[in-house]
């Protein structure tokens, strides 16, 4: 089940937007896992990246219990050369992988995270951030919440002139992260916003068949095809080559969620978040400017 807003207000509805409107300015995504990006917004990040954004792909784990082998290594490697892919396939310019122990955060310093997550803020200017909701519903999994948690003081923290100096020294300047879309992870997250991605559906199903060593898409169409031939069975969906049919696989179930929530909006594909913008961030400052410009009178 997904749920909208609790506090009752309206969804708002992001539409595609004409030309570059957001031309010089940056958006960082923070995944914890090699498939949080491609499952909760492949979509909306290739969007304002076609709309003008830069963009940065942020890991935090190092994603060593997520792969088919029981080798830590190879699967950190595997996990690794996949989120570079996913890099290439949806246009971010640069990734970093903080190397955190997939599973373990919670027993990770949290001020080390969020130290750098500011510096890296700072540093590249991030304007937007694309991450977990830090207070949603039901979050089992601790390398979830600890990146969100992180994530969200570090967008205040790094507008502040007294946190780290140390920066400053190097060149850097403070800078506030204006707008933040926290996705959903778990049935019950309110939302209250939802992202008109359905001319970017291919590419998010490209982007989750590149996560082929922890799915839940990936190579798991052709996979099936190739059981059920073994049982001499066979899903017309699937037919045509490997890649038709993970695709096809991809579009039927992993995205089938999003399929549902443009539907109930009138969209072929979206994809919901709980959006703060730079009002809710920086506060609503409209009610001073109107008293001013209403009551204001010259000194003289």
Same mark, same amino acid.
């Given at each position: ?33 090699? +498939?949080?990006?491609? #499952?909760?917004?492949?979509?909306? &990040?290739?969007? $304002? ?5 830069? =963009?940065? *792909? ?13 080798? *830590?290594?190879?699967?950190?490697? @595997?996990?690794?050369?996949?989120? !570079?892919? #996913? @890099? /290439? ?8 992988? #903080? ?8 027993? +990770?310093?949290? $001020? ?11 540093? *590249?200017?991030?304007?937007? &951030? ?20 992180? &994530?969200?003081? @570090? ?17 850097? /300047? ?18 209250? !916003? ?14 989750? !068949?590149?996560?082929?060593? /922890? ?8 996979? #099936? ?15 045509? +080559?490997?890649?038709?049919?993970? !695709? ?34 920086? =506060? +609503? ?7 001013? @410009?209403?009551?204001? &009178?010259?000194?003289?």
């Amino acid at each position: 089940m997904i749920m909208p807003d609790d506090a009752g207000k309206p969804v708002f509805i992001e539409r595609p937007a004409e030309g570059q409107p957001h031309a010089g300015k940056v958006l960082a995504a923070i995944q914890a896992h090699a +498939d949080d990006v491609p #499952l909760f917004c492949a979509g909306t &990040v290739a969007k $304002l990246l076609r709309e003008g954004y830069t =963009g940065y *792909l942020i890991q935090t784990t190092n994603d060593e219990k997520c792969g088919p082998t029981p080798s *830590l290594g190879e699967t950190i490697l @595997a996990n690794e050369r996949e989120v !570079r892919e #996913l @890099a /290439q396939v949806l246009g971010f310019k640069e990734v970093f992988f #903080l190397g955190y122990r997939n599973h373990f955060m919670d027993g +990770d310093s949290p $001020l080390e995270l969020r130290a750098r997550l500011i510096f890296l803020f700072r540093l *590249l200017k991030v304007d937007t &951030v694309l991450t977990f909701n830090p207070w949603g519903h039901y979050e089992e999994n601790p390398d979830h919440w600890v990146t969100a948690r992180a &994530v969200e003081a @570090a967008c205040w923290m790094a507008a502040m002139d007294k946190d780290y100096p140390e920066h400053f020294a190097a060149g850097l /300047q403070p800078h506030g992260v204006r707008e933040r879309y926290y996705w959903l992870t778990r049935p019950g997250q309110p939302f209250n !916003r939802v992202v008109d991605i359905s001319a970017e559906a291919e590419l998010k199903v490209t982007a989750i !068949r590149v996560n082929k060593t /922890q799915g839940p898409g990936g190579a798991t169409g052709s996979r #099936l095809k190739a059981e059920l031939a073994a049982r001499n069975l066979r899903l017309p969906e699937l037919d045509g +080559d490997d890649e038709a049919a993970d !695709r096809a696989y991809i579009k039927l179930f992993v995205i089938k969620a999003n399929r549902e929530l443009g539907r109930i909006y009138g969209l072929e594909y979206a994809e919901p978040f709980y959006y703060l913008g730079p009002k809710d961030v920086f =506060g +609503d400052t409209s009610e001073v400017d109107e008293y001013i @410009a209403r009551y204001a &009178v010259p000194l003289r």
